[in-house]
């Protein structure tokens, strides 16, 4: 592998380590702070992506147009539909036992894909990047590199930035760590923690659509989707340690470059690759790199 | 309480060994497959219904079994049972007893995941690499006989009732089993494990052994379906169908050996009913939506399952003396994650 070569994977590594972090970081908070094992977290991404492919046109002609349209209108959607699935259906789960919420969100899981099915059908769809975001760049003299995965990584980036600050240095983010640590002492304090969870919850839905959106044009959109990237965020979560945001963005860039350079090095193992790493780091760290308080 | 029971599990046998003289060719394949997917079923059960270990990768064991069925049986002519049988319940026990080494020293949410990640690493095996035949999986060349040709696999009755004696010698044994000593212990390291270790048991062999117990099972239930489908691929042991089992033994009521088996039929024949076209016409190819409503549906209104139906409704007759019994739930229910 020549320089070029590992530097150019090197930031394809960035780009899709720091979008598995977003959709994972989504599935992480509600774990972390609700106890809900969220099965249908991966049927977000799904919607996203599709958003990307069906919502376009009706919203700006196609993706590429009305790029920044399809984005509000898509984010709008989505944290409407977090709001709604929070009151229907999550909102009896945190109960429950991980066992029926692992029943009840797989239900999920196939009332979305057929939706999809029956909304958008199941063939295979390419969507195009905005044209002022496509074309490539050239990185010093020895590559050039296509700018709209380097958009992506850069508004992965300023996101994750963002939620470390809401997490760390906001009201909001305080109230949200004081009540998974202990629902009835937040409730007691005056702070309505069912709201809290609702929005909460409509945040990590937002963010899961978001990330499948902008991977739209770089991971084509397909049936299933949704499903291959809820398990290679278990793993990102699990690696990183359950609730734990800073887990989450070590572990996701971690896998980014096992998978990438995995597919360059060694393309028969590229699938096994991921899991024997997750298989190794439990068995040092059986609670993940970071266990959460 | 408890004759009622042992009164529905026999009537259910009993229900089992007479139905080819009252169904059809197709009625008969149904209730095979389902029977399979019942000893599946009840494989899992072993370990998050009596152990509380919650397990994400038994299709692992059931693929393992299958595949073991088609490599193993030779290029020209048919194997023999007696040895093919043992050799691919041993292929899946030894792949769950190094899953199991492994994954045990992991708890709860990390446990789940790390089975997962083991089935996800054999369904890469098979589907990647040359052994396995990719996606498009493998045939069975020759199914196997028994003793000469005493028994004919390949007829749908003689297979039907190799697998009724499969399923109730798995179902007899878990019962013998879960009574013994070994059980009892299961049972106590599912309500509290720190308690069990505090009177003196070493847990992890427990566990250990019971996951290989399993695995085993499973690799028969795939064993069985390799011969009746005479046919093999990556889905079986893909983590949609790790999920279906756990579907299943969560449906029927966790927690009972009877509600592995309910679960089985009542998952396979909601399937059934959302794929026919007859009720559905051209609706039918989407029968994933009624299926995951109905699953949703079950969750809301059945928190224990089909099993716990007749005492819900007990409860809800007897109005607010039946609070007693709800309380009680809690205290055995057990931590599942």
């Known amino acids: ?293 | 309480m408890k004759s009622s029971k042992f009164f529905f599990v026999a009537a259910a046998f009993v229900l089992l060994a007479l139905w080819p003289l009252m169904a059809g060719q197709y009625g008969v394949d149904l209730v095979t497959k389902i029977m399979v997917f019942a000893i599946f079923a009840l494989s899992l059960e072993l370990l998050v219904g009596s152990t509380g270990l919650v397990c994400f990768g038994q299709a692992a064991f059931f693929g393992i079994g299958a595949y073991a069925t088609v490599l193993l049986t030779p290029q020209d002519g048919a194997p023999s049972l007696l040895w093919l049988l043992p050799a691919c319940v041993l292929a899946a026990a030894l792949y769950a007893l190094l899953v199991g080494a492994l994954s045990l020293r992991t708890k709860g949410v990390y446990f789940i995941m790390v089975t997962l990640a083991f089935a996800q690493m054999a369904y890469y095996v098979v589907h990647d690499t040359p052994l396995g035949g990719g996606t498009d999986g493998i045939y069975l060349m020759a199914k196997p006989v028994v003793l000469g040709t005493l028994l004919d696999l390949d007829k749908p009755m003689a297979f039907y009732g190799f697998t009724l004696a499969c399923l109730t010698a798995v179902f007899g044994f878990l019962t013998l089993l879960l009574r013994s000593r070994f059980g009892r212990a299961l049972a106590g390291i599912r309500v509290n494990e720190q308690r069990m270790r505090a009177t003196g048991f070493s847990t992890y062999p427990y566990k250990l052994a019971a996951f290989v117990i399993s695995g085993g099972m499973a690799g028969l239930a795939g064993f069985l379906f390799a011969v009746k489908d005479g046919f093999v691929n990556p889905e079986l042991i893909s983590w949609h169908l790790s999920g279906e089992v756990l579907i299943m033994i969560i449906l029927g009521g966790l927690g009972h050996l009877r509600g592995a088996l309910i679960g089985a039929f009542a998952f396979a024949l909601l399937q059934e009913f959302f794929k026919s076209e007859a009720i559905f016409g051209e609706f039918a190819k989407h029968w994933h939506l009624g299926l995951g409503l109905s699953i949703i549906a079950c969750v809301a209104l059945l928190p224990r399952g089909l099993v716990g139906v007749p005492e819900q409704v007990i409860t809800r007759l007897r109005g607010r003396s039946g609070r007693v019994r709800d309380d009680s739930v809690v205290e055995v229910s057990h931590e599942s994650v």
Request: charged share 10%; aromatic share 12%.
């Open chain 1, 1 to 293: 592998m020549d320089l070029t070569t590992f530097l150019i994977q090197c930031l394809n590594a960035l780009q899709y380590g720091l979008l598995l972090f977003l959709v994972a970081s989504g599935l992480t908070l509600i774990f972390g702070i609700m106890g809900v094992i969220n099965l249908a977290h991966g049927s977000f991404y799904m919607i996203g992506a599709y958003m990307a492919y069906a919502l376009a046109p009706i919203v700006g002609g196609t993706f590429s147009g009305g790029f920044f349209a399809t984005l509000a209108v898509g984010l709008v959607l989505a944290v409407l539909l977090g709001y709604v699935l929070e009151w229907a259906f999550f909102s009896f789960l945190y109960e429950r036992d991980h066992l029926q919420q692992v029943l009840m969100t797989y239900g999920l899981i196939l009332v979305f894909e057929e939706l999809r099915s029956l909304l958008v059908g199941d063939d295979v769809h390419g969507v195009q990047a905005p044209d002022f975001l496509a074309g490539t760049l050239p990185l010093g003299e020895l590559m050039t590199y296509p700018v709209y995965r380097l958009f992506i990584s850069g508004v992965c980036l300023v996101l994750a930035l963002a939620m470390y600050f809401v997490f760390t240095r906001t009201r909001l983010g305080m109230m949200i760590r004081a009540g998974s640590a202990n629902r009835e002492m937040v409730q007691s304090l005056g702070i309505d923690i069912k709201f809290l969870y609702r929005v909460v919850f409509a945040a990590g839905v937002a963010i899961a659509v978001f990330a499948g959106m902008i991977a739209a044009p770089v991971s084509s959109v397909y049936p299933g989707m949704g499903n291959t990237v809820l398990i290679i965020c278990f793993v990102v979560v699990v690696i990183g340690g359950i609730g734990s945001i800073r887990g989450a963005l070590l572990a996701a860039l971690l896998i980014g470059v096992v998978d990438t350079f995995g597919k360059v090095l060694l393309p028969q193992a590229s699938g096994v690759l991921v899991y024997v790493l997750m298989a190794l780091i439990l068995l040092v760290k059986p609670d993940g790199l970071f266990k959460a308080g």
